[in-house]
């Protein structure tokens, strides 16, 4: 499985982004796809993430601003970012989880500085 992000970039705060990130190789039935961020010097988290079904859920520093979409025909996941802060600023990676299995793109850098 390979995920190919892209969409990453420097913003204003209160400006918006859109992240995209689609998939290819043996994608399975069933999984999930999302986003984790990294800021420098800070542990990986959960952004936001969406089983192939739907049902969406997000981090609580980003409900309300972020949203997480899918297009299951291309086996691609979007994030939309709107009204960011600076501490929204990290490196972005897009995951997909299936049959106990974890794979990640390469990551895309967010900036969000004045």
């Known amino acids: 499985v390979q995920l190919q992000a892209s969409g990453g970039g420097l913003v204003q705060p209160g400006g918006s982004l859109r992240l995209s990130c689609e998939a290819s190789?043996?994608?399975?039935?069933?999984?999930?796809m999302g986003w984790h961020r990294q800021a420098p010097g800070e542990q990986r988290e959960l952004v936001g993430r969406m089983f192939r079904s739907g049902n969406p859920n997000y981090a609580d520093s980003v409900k309300g601003r972020f949203t997480i979409s899918r297009d299951n025909a291309k086996n691609a996941v979007y994030l939309q970012m709107n009204s960011l802060k600076p501490e929204d600023t990290a490196v972005y990676y897009c995951?997909?989880?299936?049959?106990?299995?974890?794979?990640w793109g390469q990551g895309t850098q967010v900036t969000v500085s004045s």
């Open positions: 995951w997909l989880g299936q049959r106990g299995s974890d794979f």
């Open positions: 190789g043996s994608i399975y039935s069933g999984n999930v």
